[in-house]
């Protein structure tokens, strides 16, 4: 099992930066499948990026994809999501997310962390 805690959320304005933090802990990421997911107040969880601990491209959702950049430091255990130019409809509570590779279900969530953008 692995147990999953993000850090880095915040009040920003727009067109401002942020980046999300997810420690792991677990002895090894290796043969897992990260990913980041965010929910807006009255919205169903959507999708925002996801990709193998061990190596290849991130996957962006089309409204992130250019400003949003994923990260994995297996080393250190932890993910990163770096936020550019947000929007105010980024506003939403992040959450970090794992499944084993080559599976299609998030196993593992973390609790959260709000990201709210306004002026």
């Known amino acids: 099992q692995v147990q999953l805690v993000e850090s880095g959320g915040g009040l920003v304005q727009p067109g401002e930066s942020l980046r999300l933090s997810c420690a792991a802990s677990?002895?090894?990421?290796?043969?897992?499948?990260m990913g980041w997911f965010r929910q807006a107040p009255g919205q169903e969880r959507e999708f925002v990026a996801a990709r193998s601990t061990r190596g290849g491209p991130a996957a962006y959702a089309e409204s992130v994809e250019g400003r949003f950049t994923m990260s994995i430091d297996n080393a250190k255990k932890s993910v990163f999501l770096q936020m550019n130019a947000l929007k105010s409809e980024d506003t939403a509570v992040y959450f970090c997310a794992a499944k084993p590779a080559g599976s299609t279900d998030w196993s593992t969530w973390g609790q959260g962390t709000q990201v709210t953008v306004s002026s």
């Open positions: 677990t002895r090894s990421l290796t043969y897992y499948t």
